[in-house]
């Protein structure tokens, strides 16, 4: 009966009703929004090297080493030894690793000297492995593969000519001109610093380093004498190490660590990731308190709706007492009323978020990398839901008490 009553007296006002589940729904579907992004930014973040045991650099602190080898946003101040590299590489129970050298940088953005084994290891979120949009990895000594952000801001395409630099920074007034290289692939977008990097050989950065000096041009006999035996690098940046089984990973660790050769240090990608992430949690906190408070302003307006449409609702409030509704029943009316329109925001936000997701999704995967996953609302969105629902019955009980306590005589005074 009650029921039956609350949907009809919202019908009569549909306009106002859905007016204001359209507020809550748009609340809701944002609020759910950022929790998705968010989500789905922590696992591309956190999944940034999934595939990697360890990352081996000069002695520093694991969030240095992260910073640097995957973010490149820091600069080590100190390389790894061939010798050293060779000898871990070369150890039974390591299957494969990935050499960095970092240092160049060709207009803003970072190069990285590596080997073949950087496309066929490095893995991303979800089992995702390096793919070309066009093109191949490098072969040829002045070859260069580019991340897809490089190629979409410089405008490049395979088979351009171009000029690193020696250092890091927009500008470099210490070019490698005399030795040019060709564009022969372009990544697909990750989401990664992969997309801003420029990834050549190792053996490519020992040449344009070989008899080297700023400002001074190298003779066709220098350019010459840069054969792939001259080329062996003395030093890299780091390197990425990949466990032939999972059991021997914090063995090798801590090896690595008490190394006698040179002060090196084994960083577990996973566990640094983490520790980098809880950094950030200021800024997550803050995204979510942005969604709550979208939330809080659309029941706020709910509840100004339906203070101001109790005014207008005086003479039926006292019509339905003067049939035999008790007080009580006119609460339970209202509040009724409060939680069928937040119910069906909930609804629609939840469908209106989920459309968006849908919609989206391709967008977010190939402009940023982000991987949308989607499922059915998890612990943490049913959380909120819930927490959203129980706030609206707490609100919707302010205009039903006021109309609880509305007299009978109230309502049927002519007020002039």
Known sequence: MIATLALRSLVNRRGTALLTISTIAVSVALLLGVQMLREAARRSFTSTVSGVDLIVAARTSPLSVILDTVFHVDDA??????????KIAHHPDVAWTIPLSLGDSHRGFRVLGTSAGYFAHYTLADGRTLRFQVGAPFHALYDAVLGSEVARSLHYHVGDAIILSHGLGQVSFRQHRDRPFRVVGILRPTGTPADRTVDVSLEAISA???NWWPGVSRTAADTAAARPSDLTPESITAFMVGMRARPMLFTMQRAINQYRGEPLVAVIPGVA?????????????ALSAVGACVVLAGLLGMLATILTSLNERRREM???????????????????????????????????????LWTLRPLFATRWGLVLSIEAPGTRSAAVLLAVLVSAILIG?????????????????IRL
């Open 77 to 86: 101040q100190t390389n790894v030894s061939w010798e050293s590299y060779q």
């Open 208 to 210: 344009i380093h070989l």
């Open 273 to 285: 990731l983490d520790q980098l992430w809880n950094l950030m949690s200021t800024a997550e906190a």
């Open 318 to 356: 006292a019509i339905l007492r003067s049939l035999g509704a008790g007080a009580r029943t006119v609460f339970a009316l209202m509040l009724l009323e409060a939680v069928t329109l937040v119910s069906s925001g909930l609804i629609a936000g939840l469908l209106l978020a989920y459309s968006a």
């Open 397 to 413: 009980c302010i205009p039903a008490w006021r109309a609880y306590r509305v007299s009978l005589a109230d309502g049927l005074q």
